[in-house]
């Protein structure tokens, strides 16, 4: 079983920066998978950016160049750097991890932006 707890939502203004925490309850350098995903009002969820043990990262089209994903595998903590924020990007933000073949998600942290 793998708890995670996301952390650093907030209201923050267009153009304005955050940085998303996802603490892990295990060792994330045995996740092969661990990515953000983010659900607004009234839409699907959807991914916004994956980490790769062996370190490839994608990300969707919608954030690319202003997204950052990374791991601190001592920490057993993954970020999600946000710059240039967007109207579009106010959601609530949700860590996912895959181990073993099962899926585990945290209970999302808001992310507001607006003016």
């Known amino acids: 079983q793998v708890q995670l707890v996301e952390s650093g939502g907030g209201l923050v203004q267009p153009g304005g920066s955050l940085r998303l925490s996802c603490a892990a309850s295990?060792?994330?350098?045995?996740?092969?998978?661990m990515g953000w995903y983010r659900q607004a009002p009234g839409k699907q969820r959807e991914l916004v950016a994956l980490?790769?043990?062996?370190?490839?990262?994608t990300y969707a089209d919608s954030v690319k160049g202003r997204f950052t994903i990374s791991r601190d595998n001592a920490k057993n903590t993954v970020y999600l750097q946000m710059n240039s924020l967007k109207f579009e990007d106010t959601a609530v933000y949700y860590c996912?991890?895959?181990?073993?073949?099962?899926?585990?998600w945290g209970q999302g942290t808001q992310v507001t932006v607006s003016s």
């Open positions: 996912n991890a895959i181990l073993a073949g099962s899926q585990y």
């Open positions: 295990g060792s994330i350098s045995s996740m092969p998978v």
């Open positions: 980490s790769m043990r062996g370190g490839t990262t």
